[in-house]
């Protein structure tokens, strides 16, 4: 893996630049409106407007009205069965924007009281901005009839949506006899724009969703289905002359205090002593500051920052798997501009960085050319030990400095160029990662990514021998472990055709013996994979009962770099979309699969593990069956390799789930889930999960949330080897709440206070114990200058 990769990075840029060169197909089909081609000017006024719901301001008939009557999906273009009339103005530093959303049935419109960007199944109207005019990021902000916001920003290189941005904008919302009503208020300041234009053409979109026996998007231009990037499709607007940024300077200073109680239950000669409970008590006082440098560039920086979580992580059942689970970021300081660092193959984890002392972020966009960068210290260090068979995360109670930077550069619209490097390092350790990556689309219906990519690692001598010796690691890591210094190099192409009925993707990657990306989630090495898919869409018209279906398949074939196969596999789904918002996806998977290495003291696969046929069907159905209801279920049977026991077994696993609106202030949240397995008929183990979260919303600024997470796992140890029946316990259970008061004014001037505990039982406990347990408060003020 490591000869010749110079030659093989000389050759995909090469042929990409060649790519570069070549005359685009045209499409078929283009949908392409006067709106696309002449720039609709918005108009400007010089008087304030009050923000309340209501459209009944003189100022309105000045502003420019747009009709949002197309359907866009799950239909293509058709005439919308509702009106909707939007409007839109400028001042010099708001763009004002109204909606008027008629309904014949008003009684029937979906709205709910919910926090910030929790109302997506709600009727909703909106806009989206692309302010670059660049066709590579789109700014979204949505409202429901009650006033309730949610913004994102959609990344159309990647595909990809991030609700992680949070804008400080106004707007309100009214219920009318017509149907409803929105107004909405955005500051020039919150967008990022080149303010050196005297005038700006942004592209934009207006928006709403109409859910009712299906859930229409609606929009005031129309969409080619058969094109994957909808911002490129986008209408263009022009005004905001001489429109400025200002200073853009954001002071949060914030303060949490918490108490937290732990004590520790230890077991010896069967006698279990649980310790008393011991005392923390923590007061610290923060500050997060953003200043827009230039119009251009934008500083997020944070002191002393507050990284506790308020919503509690959904909970994951961690049995018979052989992968390190992920969990997603919830940190505002590492999802602010996350979408500067997006890459093919995502290269930042920042759930990686637990407990940082302060944290620097700079980011950019100058042109065709744009830029990011990070660095964050941490108390701890922590990384994943990547393999072919499985990984673990390994951890140490020393700093490390952690830091990225990335940049990417527009060639034309066809051809997009990118570098990202990553760096973890401390006294005894360092992981470096550099990375080039391209995206070449001749036109809307092909694309091309390579991303090739080279790491260096080292780890002192007593890192080494922790991970060999400790015994909390598995016998892969441990081997790998004598390897883990050095360089080595990965590389990803990716390959995909979309039009309007059919798609077809193709991607290989590689991944060298020793090649590893600390700072992301890395956690396969040594092994090399490729997978050829493809699918058929059908739409439905109003004689049929479905209104969009698809059919769709891919095989893979993964080797290690020895050329020894790890798992081979072939799949198909039905997805049909139906009555009542309903989807259902029906699977079937085959795979031949190698189960664990038979001699730990090799990585060999060859000769050294056993091959195991599984076969499973799944099947996901969702729907809402009233207004107030959403219902969803997981079911997968068939046989998968029981990893404790290496043996081909037979797996059940039951998903239910229920979102349950009992009126416009209560939702209750319930997801359970069931995973059994059984050898020859008799039992292995019984996993359950119960994700509960209840939460009352008194408006749209403050609610009162209790979550629930809980485990129960029950193995029957008898049927298990005798030799690794030790390594587990007959029952565990756990147990983990939180309760908590939130009342934001916006999303960085808010107050929280909540309590959570938390405890378990195992074999040496009769009962469920808490050993954890606090107490905490965090208020933080934005100061907007």
Same mark, same amino acid.
């Given at each position: 893996?490591?000869?010749?990769?110079?030659?093989?990075?000389?050759?995909?840029?090469?042929?990409?630049?060649?790519?570069?060169?070549?005359?685009?197909?045209?499409?078929?089909?283009?949908?392409?409106?006067?709106?696309?081609?002449?720039?609709?000017?918005?108009?400007?006024?010089?008087?304030?407007?009050?923000?309340?719901?209501?459209?009944?301001?003189?100022?309105?008939?000045?502003?420019?009205?747009?009709?949002?009557?197309?359907?866009?999906?799950?239909?293509?273009?058709?005439?919308?069965?509702?009106?909707?009339?939007?409007?839109?103005?400028?001042?010099?530093?708001?763009?004002?924007?109204?909606?008027?959303?008629?309904?014949?049935?008003?009684?029937?419109?979906?709205?709910?009281?919910?926090?910030?960007?929790?109302?997506?199944?709600?009727?909703?109207?909106?806009?989206?901005?692309?302010?670059?005019?660049?066709?590579?990021?789109?700014?979204?902000?949505?409202?429901?009839?009650?006033?309730?916001?949610?913004?994102?920003?959609?990344?159309?290189?990647?595909?990809?949506?991030?609700?992680?941005?949070?804008?400080?904008?106004?707007?309100?919302?009214? @219920?009318?006899?017509?149907?409803?009503?929105?107004?909405?208020?955005?500051?020039?300041?919150?967008?990022?724009?080149?303010?050196?234009?005297?005038?700006?053409?942004?592209?934009?979109?207006?928006?709403?969703?109409?859910?009712?026996?299906?859930?229409?998007?609606? &929009?005031?231009?129309?969409?080619?289905?058969?094109?994957?990037?909808?911002?490129?499709?986008?209408?263009?607007?022009?005004?905001?002359?001489?429109?400025?940024?200002?200073?853009?300077?954001?002071?949060?200073?914030?303060?949490?205090?918490?108490?937290?109680?732990?004590?520790?239950?230890?077991?010896?000669?069967?006698?279990?002593?649980?310790?008393?409970?011991?005392?923390?008590?923590?007061?610290?006082?923060?500050?997060?500051?953003?200043?827009?440098?230039?119009?251009?560039?934008?500083?997020?920086?944070?002191?002393?920052?507050?990284?506790?979580?308020?919503?509690?992580?959904?909970?994951?059942?961690?049995?018979?798997?052989?992968?390190?689970?992920?969990?997603?970021?919830?940190?505002?300081?590492?999802?602010?501009?996350?979408?500067?660092?997006?890459?093919?193959?995502?290269?930042?984890?920042?759930?990686?960085?637990?407990?940082?002392?302060?944290?620097?972020?700079?980011?950019?966009?100058?042109?065709?050319?744009?830029?990011?960068?990070?660095?964050?210290?941490?108390?701890?260090?922590?990384?994943?030990?990547?393999?072919?068979?499985?990984?673990?995360?390994?951890?140490?109670?020393?700093?490390?400095?952690?830091?990225?930077?990335?940049?990417?550069?527009?060639?034309?619209?066809?051809?997009?160029?990118?570098?990202?490097?990553?760096?973890?390092?401390?006294?005894?350790?360092?992981?470096?990662?550099?990375?080039?990556?391209?995206?070449?689309?001749?036109?809307?219906?092909?694309?091309?990514?390579?991303?090739?990519?080279?790491?260096?690692?080292?780890?002192?001598?007593?890192?080494?021998?922790?991970?060999?010796?400790?015994?909390?690691?598995?016998?892969?890591?441990?081997?790998?472990?004598?390897?883990?210094?050095?360089?080595?190099?990965?590389?990803?192409?990716?390959?995909?055709?979309?039009?309007?009925?059919?798609?077809?993707?193709?991607?290989?990657?590689?991944?060298?013996? &020793?090649?590893?990306?600390?700072?992301?989630?890395?956690?396969?090495?040594?092994?090399?994979?490729?997978?050829?898919?493809?699918?058929?869409?059908?739409?439905?018209?109003?004689?049929?009962?479905?209104?969009?279906?698809?059919?769709?398949?891919?095989?893979?074939?993964?080797?290690?770099?020895?050329?020894?196969?790890?798992?081979?596999?072939?799949? @198909?789904?039905?997805?049909?979309?139906?009555?009542?918002?309903?989807?259902?996806?029906?699977?079937?998977?085959?795979?031949?699969?190698?189960?664990?290495?038979?001699?730990?003291?090799?990585?060999?696969?060859?000769?050294?593990?056993?091959?195991?046929?599984?076969?499973?069907?799944?099947?996901?159905?969702?729907?809402?069956?009233?207004?107030?209801?959403?219902?969803?279920?997981?079911?997968?049977?068939?046989?998968?390799?029981?990893?404790?026991?290496?043996?081909?077994?037979?797996?059940?696993?039951?998903?239910?789930?229920?979102?349950?609106?009992?009126?416009?202030?209560?939702?209750?949240?319930?997801?359970?889930?069931?995973?059994?397995?059984?050898?020859?008929?008799?039992?292995?183990?019984?996993?359950?999960?119960?994700?509960?979260?209840?939460?009352?919303?008194?408006?749209?600024?403050?609610?009162?949330?209790? &979550?629930?997470?809980?485990?129960?796992?029950?193995?029957?140890?008898?049927?298990?080897?005798?030799?690794?029946?030790?390594?587990?316990?007959?029952?565990?259970? &756990?147990?983990?709440?939180?309760?908590?008061?939130?009342?934001?004014?916006?999303?960085?001037?808010?107050?929280?206070?909540?309590?959570?505990?938390?405890?378990?039982?195992?074999?040496?406990?009769?009962?469920?114990?808490?050993?954890?347990?606090?107490?905490?408060?965090?208020?933080?003020?934005?100061?907007?200058?």
């Amino acid at each position: 893996m490591k000869k010749g990769i110079t030659t093989q990075v000389a050759v995909l840029f090469l042929c990409t630049s060649a790519f570069s060169n070549a005359n685009a197909e045209q499409t078929d089909l283009q949908h392409i409106t006067s709106d696309l081609v002449t720039p609709t000017e918005i108009p400007r006024i010089h008087k304030p407007i009050t923000i309340d719901g209501h459209i009944n301001e003189a100022i309105w008939s000045k502003a420019r009205r747009f009709l949002v009557n197309n359907v866009t999906f799950p239909h293509e273009n058709i005439p919308s069965p509702v009106q909707t009339e939007a409007f839109m103005m400028e001042d010099g530093e708001n763009l004002y924007v109204a909606f008027k959303a008629y309904d014949p049935e008003p009684h029937k419109i979906r709205a709910f009281l919910s926090d910030r960007d929790k109302n997506w199944n709600d009727d909703l109207v909106g806009l989206k901005i692309d302010s670059f005019n660049d066709d590579t990021l789109a700014y979204q902000f949505f409202i429901n009839p009650l006033g309730t916001q949610t913004d994102s920003i959609e990344n159309a290189l990647t595909g990809r949506e991030s609700s992680s941005w949070n804008g400080i904008w106004d707007s309100a919302g009214k @219920m009318t006899e017509f149907g409803y009503t929105v107004e909405i208020a955005i500051p020039l300041r919150i967008l990022n724009f080149n303010d050196r234009l005297d005038i700006q053409q942004w592209g934009y979109e207006l928006v709403r969703f109409y859910p009712r026996d299906e859930r229409l998007r609606l &929009s005031n231009a129309k969409m080619d289905q058969g094109q994957d990037c909808w911002v490129c499709q986008m209408p263009t607007l022009q005004g905001f002359k001489g429109a400025k940024q200002g200073n853009n300077l954001t002071v949060v200073p914030t303060l949490v205090s918490g108490q937290t109680q732990t004590r520790d239950i230890n077991t010896t000669n069967n006698q279990t002593t649980i310790e008393d409970w011991e005392d923390e008590s923590n007061t610290d006082v923060g500050l997060d500051f953003k200043w827009g440098i230039t119009p251009d560039v934008t500083l997020n920086a944070t002191l002393n920052p507050d990284f506790s979580q308020v919503e509690a992580d959904s909970g994951q059942l961690n049995v018979n798997n052989t992968f390190a689970l992920f969990t997603p970021e919830k940190r505002s300081f590492f999802l602010a501009n996350e979408d500067y660092f997006s890459t093919p193959l995502s290269l930042i984890y920042t759930r990686n960085i637990q407990d940082p002392d302060y944290g620097a972020k700079v980011t950019g966009k100058m042109g065709d050319h744009s830029f990011g960068g990070f660095v964050a210290n941490d108390k701890t260090s922590l990384f994943l030990l990547p393999g072919n068979l499985g990984s673990n995360v390994y951890e140490v109670d020393e700093k490390t400095t952690n830091g990225a930077l990335r940049y990417s550069y527009s060639v034309n619209d066809d051809l997009k160029m990118g570098a990202t490097t990553t760096i973890r390092k401390n006294s005894e350790y360092h992981n470096y990662l550099t990375s080039l990556d391209t995206r070449y689309q001749p036109n809307q219906n092909n694309r091309v990514n390579i991303q090739v990519l080279s790491s260096d690692t080292y780890l002192a001598q007593s890192y080494i021998d922790d991970i060999k010796n400790s015994g909390n690691y598995s016998s892969e890591q441990e081997l790998r472990a004598d390897n883990i210094n050095g360089n080595d190099t990965a590389y990803r192409i990716h390959y995909n055709h979309t039009n309007r009925d059919w798609f077809f993707d193709m991607t290989h990657m590689n991944i060298g013996e &020793s090649f590893r990306a600390d700072l992301a989630f890395f956690n396969n090495t040594d092994h090399k994979k490729t997978v050829i898919g493809g699918g058929h869409i059908w739409r439905g018209n109003d004689e049929d009962w479905w209104t969009r279906v698809q059919l769709s398949g891919d095989v893979d074939w993964t080797h290690n770099q020895r050329g020894e196969k790890i798992e081979q596999e072939a799949e @198909m789904y039905l997805n049909v979309n139906g009555p009542m918002q309903s989807f259902l996806r029906h699977g079937i998977a085959a795979r031949t699969k190698v189960g664990n290495r038979i001699d730990e003291t090799t990585l060999a696969i060859d000769g050294n593990t056993e091959e195991f046929d599984e076969v499973s069907f799944s099947s996901w159905m969702e729907f809402k069956p009233t207004s107030h209801i959403w219902l969803g279920n997981y079911l997968r049977l068939g046989t998968g390799i029981d990893y404790s026991n290496s043996r081909l077994s037979d797996v059940f696993v039951w998903e239910p789930k229920i979102t349950w609106h009992a009126n416009k202030h209560l939702e209750t949240k319930l997801a359970l889930k069931l995973s059994k397995m059984k050898y020859k008929g008799d039992d292995i183990y019984t996993a359950n999960l119960i994700d509960l979260r209840l939460s009352y919303q008194f408006n749209i600024r403050s609610f009162l949330r209790l &979550s629930v997470v809980g485990y129960d796992i029950e193995r029957t140890l008898e049927n298990y080897l005798p030799e690794v029946r030790d390594d587990f316990n007959s029952n565990y259970k &756990s147990v983990s709440a939180q309760l908590l008061f939130s009342y934001k004014v916006n999303p960085q001037t808010l107050f929280f206070v909540g309590y959570s505990d938390g405890g378990y039982q195992d074999d040496d406990l009769s009962k469920v114990t808490k050993n954890t347990r606090s107490v905490f408060l965090k208020m933080s003020y934005a100061w907007i200058m």
